[in-house]
């Protein structure tokens, strides 16, 4: 393989940019590789001192369409010289977004609230279950990440979310999410693993709910814990547990959406027929702009003015989304998702034989998580080559 020549990281332009933005910005933004972004064109980027790069973070799986897309920023000049907001008053590009993705998702999900971020999008979900069901009570797993507003991070499962912010919103319930490679059950195979979470699921119900358990939240794969995906067809069975106890069942698709996995919903891939289903980051790919797809019946809990949102829908953010999924469409990218991601899968198995501290390799389509240990045989993390390989890709 070709050695690529090293260059200066930061180099002055950024490391003169990250000075300033620590000194006016606060420590949660701060930079996790020393890197200021001055440009983008399809899966490259370039910093401030003229170093191209391979954009591996998608902005945090954001940028599906890869970046400056010509029909994606065409769609958002024409639309910005028309009509940027106008509230809750209906535009043909919103209404005709809403129908677009009805189409799109299963029969079942008829009716789409168009937002501006994925926790928006989970609150609402969790504030019209709530609604519906009367009850209070949302059983999530550990490890889910479902956004950083109250709600969401009242059901979340790490720490990192809640650390230090007081009381949590109650009626959060947290049980295991299958992770084979960490399993606390040490099953012997993947299935025994995903079986024995959901068998769990009663017994923790039993134990910690009061009587009002409403819904079950869950995301298809665990992007913030590290990627983690549960046994095939585990999801299928979470979602008859829930139904065969009358419970809601939300999928949180917030970023496994819009063909990061190669389907165009990660739902396709176990023909699940959620209650709800929030979506996210790659249908604005760079725009903000979610959505929550949902029952009729249960959206229409909600009466006139009880929820909104003051960019939801917004014109500019309507035309991005038909543009993502014109792209989406025409250039086949969940396919591409499915098969770029199958060669770099290979490639990776590959490295994981010479490398002993590659510990696990999992994903689908173009979701992967690498797993550094210090060895093998202990499995214990090690954050600090998960650091080093970092900043020598930037470098």
Not at 36 to 50: A, F, Q, R
Not at 182 to 189: A, C, L, P
Not at 293 to 305: L, Q
Not at 349 to 378: A, N
Request: proline residues 6%.
């Amino acid at each position: 393989m070709k050695e690529l020549p090293k260059r200066e990281v930061p180099g002055p332009k950024s490391a003169e940019l990250l000075e300033i933005s620590r000194k006016y910005e606060p420590p949660c933004m701060a930079d996790q590789v020393p890197v200021v972004w001055d440009h983008g064109e399809g899966v490259h980027v370039w910093d401030v001192d003229g170093n191209e790069y391979i954009d591996f973070t998608s902005g945090v799986l954001v940028t599906n369409l890869g970046h400056s897309h010509p029909h994606h920023v065409a769609a958002i000049q024409e639309q910005a010289g028309r009509l940027m907001n106008c509230y809750s008053f209906p535009t043909p590009e919103r209404v005709t977004l809403s129908q677009r993705l009805t189409d799109l998702l299963p029969e079942n999900l008829d009716k789409i609230f168009l937002l501006t971020t994925g926790a928006e999008a989970t609150e609402a979900a969790l504030r019209i279950a709530k609604r519906y069901t009367g009850k209070h009570e949302v059983l999530s797993f550990y490890g889910g990440f479902h956004g950083r507003t109250y709600g969401p991070m009242s059901v979340a499962g790490s720490m990192k979310t809640k650390r230090q912010f007081g009381p949590q919103l109650p009626g959060g319930i947290l049980a295991p999410f299958p992770y084979f490679y960490r399993d606390f059950y040490k099953s012997e195979t993947e299935e025994e693993c995903g079986d024995r979470c959901i068998e769990a699921l009663d017994r923790i119900v039993e134990s910690t709910s009061s009587g009002d358990l409403g819904a079950v939240m869950t995301e298809p794969y665990q992007g913030g814990a590290g990627f983690i995906f549960p046994p095939d067809g585990w999801l299928k069975k979470l979602e008859k547990w829930a139904r065969d106890r009358g419970l809601l069942f939300i999928l949180d698709e917030v970023q496994s959406s819009f063909g990061r996995t190669g389907k165009l919903f990660a739902l396709e891939w176990d023909d699940l027929q959620p209650h709800m289903v929030c979506l996210g980051k790659g249908i604005g790919s760079g725009m903000p702009a979610s959505a929550l797809a949902g029952e009729s019946d249960i959206f229409d809990c909600m009466g006139v003015g009880e929820m909104s949102s003051t960019c939801g829908g917004n014109p500019m953010a309507s035309a991005a989304s038909h543009a993502v999924l014109d792209v989406m469409e025409r250039e086949k990218l969940a396919d591409n998702a499915l098969q770029v991601g199958a060669y770099m899968m290979d490639r990776f198995r590959e490295m994981q034989k010479k490398y002993p501290k590659l510990g696990d390799i999992r994903g689908r389509g173009l979701v992967m998580g690498l797993e550094f240990v210090e060895d093998r045989e202990s499995r214990t993390p090690d954050a600090d080559m998960t650091l080093q390989v970092m900043l020598s890709a930037a470098r």
